[in-house]
């Protein structure tokens, strides 16, 4: 059995090397996959549990993305404030998720917020460009946290779009 995968899924893990045998490749990606699920398991242990019980589909609903949304736009304005020449975007992102939590979903305000939100990235204030950077160090940073969250956001609201 590989570890950080159930019985099932290491047999079939383990079937994919028939026929390479020695083949390193194959096992370092072995080894990588059971990495990444042995990180899913300490992270995220509810996630796991769900991945031990055959990967159950939790569907969300469109208020359960705006509720995300909303929580990954209070998460990313105070580290956007600690930018130089970011207050007005975050004051601007502040502003949409103060609204956000009292629209309803699929309304014409909560459409408007939506675009509001796809217009600071892609826009005036080009919120993107933290989707893109990357720190240069091997810990995690402020700026692999905000790439992080600012791609959340962005995929969210696209998401309604």
Do not use: C
């Not at 028939?18 to 990180?39: R, W």
């Amino acid at each position: 059995m590989i570890v950080g995968f159930t019985p099932s899924q290491s047999e079939e893990i383990n079937s994919l090397d028939k026929g390479f045998s020695g083949n390193h490749a194959v096992n370092d990606l072995k080894n990588e996959l059971a990495k990444i699920s042995l990180f899913v398991y300490l992270v995220y242990p509810a996630e796991a549990d769900l991945h031990e019980q055959n990967m159950s589909v939790i569907k969300k609903n469109p208020r359960t993305s705006a509720n995300e949304l909303v929580t990954a736009i209070e998460r990313f304005i105070p580290l956007l404030r600690k930018q130089k020449g970011e207050e007005e975007a975050a004051n601007l992102l502040a502003s949409i998720a103060q609204k956000m939590v009292a629209q309803e979903v699929g309304s014409d305000e909560f459409s408007e917020s939506i675009r509001a939100i796809i217009d600071s990235f892609d826009g005036d204030y080009e919120l993107k460009a933290y989707t893109l950077k990357e720190s240069d160090n091997k810990s995690w940073s402020e700026a692999d946290e905000m790439a992080v969250i600012s791609s959340r956001i962005y995929a969210l609201a696209r998401r309604f779009k």
